[in-house]
Structures are given as structure tokens and as C-alpha cells.
């Protein structure tokens, strides 16, 4: 199966390498870089339209950074028939419904496993269990540069040096506001409510406009002591849940940093792990942990979505259709790092957030408990 890769950057060169050290009969033949970058290798193109319209290339493997020109070459790709596999989350997550009635119109296969968790098999589970069990709810340490600081804080450095050091190990990029503002959390939990529950917020269904956020900027290690003390810890965390019973579906997602009890499963997750949930109305709550980034851990779980391509052709995109939001779905307190607590819906306490960090200090999600109960 020939396949054409979009991006050479820490992804798409992995991807390249692991198919060439191991061949399983998956062939790279068209790579896509910018204009003056594709020197050195007769694969290499700066002509999208050349991939497009090749008809021996079967697939196209997006792993570029940024929504455009991804999202749109994603649509361009799926429009001319050619399977689709990505790993780009900010490309896809505002336009899910969009890309997945388009590969189901069009016949082709539209695969995101890379795009949340790295190598977990999360979306590939959510689809399999949603296949038959209702899903109603997740959550999930899906942030690995997240976690990396807030365990290099729990071992006492505060919010600058850990953010500095996750960036010398490469955990975290120049710029992390997408990773520490809670955007990359966003744009995940958009993702796995497609894949989980087959619902998106559109129109106007951009991370920005219908996943409330609070991010994890702002922590200090005063803060985890003062936690740990009471027998809690924080994790940065994406969640969603959508509504129970008959009736037009509603939906509501939020990221946020989140109190959790010392004993838990999220507490033992260290560094840069990954670590998701969700609950399934017979199978209850299934649970998956792995390395969520990485330049080969992310290429092996886009290879696991090429070989089911290769070896099943185009199982059919999960179909997507629209949930209003709905913000009484969660709710829960927000603690303050000075004592103070509000209480409230989740979209409520992230917008108060805003407002109140600067006088009252970090602010965490504690979910009402039921909301999240084994
Ligand atoms: N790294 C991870 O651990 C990880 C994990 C899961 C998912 N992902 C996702 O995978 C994707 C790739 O990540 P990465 O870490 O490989 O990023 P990266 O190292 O920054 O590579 C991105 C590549 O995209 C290229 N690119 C961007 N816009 C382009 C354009 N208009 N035309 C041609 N090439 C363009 C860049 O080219 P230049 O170098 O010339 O700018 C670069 O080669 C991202 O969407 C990311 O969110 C990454």
C-alpha cells in the first residue's frame, strides 16, 4: 500500500524510519515538505496537488503542525477518495462532524488514533466499545507535558524551573501555551467525544468556543504541599460527559487542572505518562495508560491505523452528529489556592476562574463526586 506523509517534522520522520526498519508492506513514496525543504530525497514535494492526484497513492498520513493548511489538505484528500490518517488534533478536533461525514460519503477510511494518548489504542477502544456499550462519560490525563510538571512539582520544583526542564528533556515546545493553557486538552476532549459518544458541539464547534478551560498556569508547589496534606494531588486533566436517556443528545467537555485523591490511579501517574477512562454502560469503567507522546510512540499508533487500513480497507469514520452544550452536565467545586470555594457548573467555575485567579490564586476542579465514581 503506498502512502504519501504530509509533515518531517519529529512525527512524520519517525513514521518514516519505523516503516523502513521494519517494512510490513506499507511504502512512504511522497513526502510533502515546504517549498525549498525537499531537497536530497526524490520523494520529497512541495506540490500537494501532485499527492492528491497521484492515483497510486492509497492513503495520506497528515503530521503537520497546525490546523491550516492541515485541515483543509485533509478535506482536499478525502474529497479525491484517498484513506486519511492523522495525528493532528488542533486540525481535526473543530471540524469532526465536517471530516467524518465527508470519508463516510466518499468511502474512504478517516483514522485520528494518534491524535489523543499517542500510542494508547484510546480512540480505537472508545470506537469498538461504543459499538455496543453507551458511553456517557471519560476523562483522562491526556496532556503529557502537563503532568511531567506537576510531578517534577510534587518533587518541589516550582512552575518555572519544571516548565524549563520538561523543555530541555523535549516534553515541552518553545511556545507551551497550547500544553499549560489547557487548548491541547481542549482540542482532545473534542476528539474523543466524537469518538466516544459520536456527538460535537457545531456549528461554532472550535475548542475556544464550547470546551471551557482552566489552565494549569499559576500552580505553585505551596499549593500541591497544601493538597498532598489533605490527601490529594493534581492532574491535568480533559473531560466530557453527555446527557443520559431519550431526547435531543446534549454534551458538555472541559479541561482543567483536577483535585484527586492520593489513592487514585491518576496520583500514580508519573512524568509524562498518559492516563484515560471511560465508563461503558455494561463494561463500566475501562481504563488505558501509555505513553501519550513522542516521535515513535506516536508513529507506531499511525502505523496501527495504517494496517488496519491495509488489512480492512475503509471501516467505515464514526458518524458525528450535533449536541447542544449543556453545562449543568458537570459540575463540581473549584478550590482556590488561598482556601476560598466555589461551587458550580463546570463551565461557570472556569469562566469565575478567569476572573478570580488573580486574587485568590491557582485554582483546581474538584468534580462532584459522582460524576467520576468507580
Ligand atoms: N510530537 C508528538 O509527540 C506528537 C504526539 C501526538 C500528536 N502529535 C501531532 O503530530 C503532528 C506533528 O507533530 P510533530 O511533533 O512532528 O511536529 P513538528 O516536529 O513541528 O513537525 C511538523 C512538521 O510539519 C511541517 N509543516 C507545517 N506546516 C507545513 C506546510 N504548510 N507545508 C509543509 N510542511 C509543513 C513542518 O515543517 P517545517 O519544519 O518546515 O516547519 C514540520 O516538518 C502535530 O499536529 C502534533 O500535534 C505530535
Redesign the pocket.
Known sequence: MNAALL??????RSLDELLSERPIGISVTRI???PG?TAGDLRMTDDIHAILADPTIVVVVE????EM?AARWIEAALAAGKHVVT?????IAPRMMRLTALAREKGAAFRFE??VG?VIPWIENLRRAAGFDRIDRFCGILNGTGNYILDRMAAGLDFAEALADAQAKGYAEADPSADVGGLDLANKALVTAAAAFGLAPEPGGSAALSVPTIGLDGIDSAYLKAAAAAGKTVRFMAFGRRSEGKGAPRLALGAAPVLVPLESLEAAVRRNYNFALFWGDVAGPLAFFGQG???RP?ADAIIADLRAIAESGASAAPRVTEASLDDALLFGHARYADGTVRSGTFADLAREAKALRGRHGFAAFEPAPELFER
Do not use: E, I
Open positions: 509533515g518531517y517534522g519529529t512525527v512524520g510533502l515538505r515546504r525543504k503530521a503537520l503542525s497546525g493548511p495525528a493532528n488534533k488542533a486540525a494518534a491524535a499517542g507522546a513522542g516521535g506516536t
